[in-house]
């Protein structure tokens, strides 16, 4: 009985490991975040395995299903859109359970976009806190406030729509001239790394906004 987490590209689709392509291939079931996203990735490598779709509206209501599947000797694997599952997707819940249910779980190495992003930034990378998305409403501008106590580098997670917003967050609480880095379309085409000061990027930004997801990287010494 066992739960494989396969980590799925963040950009480029060769990016994918063989060991991934090979579970994927050989497992029963895919646990898919977006039937409809990964249904391009399993396509464009010939894979015909069936897909459940799983993800933060319904995890809970699925957890159960799923572990009398793997008690019943099936294989599943579980992918999120992009990246590594569980991280600022779903898949906790699920590794939860399967290990109260004494279910085997095993994640393969693979594609997480805060670490090419941190690497990227020329940011100290021996410690770093990740933080994933900042609150939306409720508790964002404690969130902000907590920023100041921390000398680590962080990282943060943000959308395109609130980058912005949450840079002035960021000016507001740790000075203007705090260096950063913002990666966007990390792994494609038009990866970009967009480096300086808050208020240098902020101003950037606000010239010619950007697209795609985003890392925040925030050089907090």
């Known amino acids: ?14 990016d994918i490991t063989l060991r991934a392509l090979n579970v994927l291939k050989d497992s029963d079931i895919i646990l898919a975040e977006d039937t409809r996203t990964s249904g391009k990735l399993l396509k464009y ?20 299903s ?17 990246g590594t599952p569980a991280i600022s997707d779903p898949g906790f819940l699920l590794v939860r359970e399967c290990i109260a249910n004494d279910i085997v779980v095993e994640c393969l190495p693979g594609a997480t976009a805060f670490v090419p992003a941190i690497v ?12 994933g998305f900042p609150p939306v409403k ?6 902000f406030e907590k920023l100041k106590e921390e000398k680590r580098t962080i990282v943060l997670y943000e959308s395109p729509h ?17 260096q950063v880095s913002l990666s966007r379309e990390i792994s494609k085409k038009f990866e970009q790394h967009i480096r300086g000061s808050v208020a240098e990027v902020l ?3 606000e010239v010619k906004p950007a697209k795609g997801e985003m890392v925040l990287v ?4």
Request: with cysteine.
């Open 45 to 64: 490598f010939e894979i015909s395995t069936k897909c459940w779709s799983y993800h933060m509206h319904n995890e809970h209501a699925a957890v159960e």
């Open 120 to 131: 990227c930034s020329g940011f100290p990378c021996n410690e770093f806190l990740f933080l």
């Open 162 to 178: 609130r980058i912005t917003k949450t840079l002035g967050m960021l000016k507001e609480n740790l000075g203007e001239e705090i």
């Open 66 to 82: 799923i572990i009398n599947e793997i008690k019943s000797g099936k294989q599943i694997a579980l992918i999120s859109d992009a």
């Open 138 to 143: 409720k508790g964002r501008k404690t969130f």
């Open 218 to 221: 925030i050089d907090n010494k």
């Open 1 to 14: 009985m066992k739960l494989t987490l396969v980590p799925t590209p963040i950009g480029n689709l060769e």
């Open 203 to 205: 101003a950037q930004l």
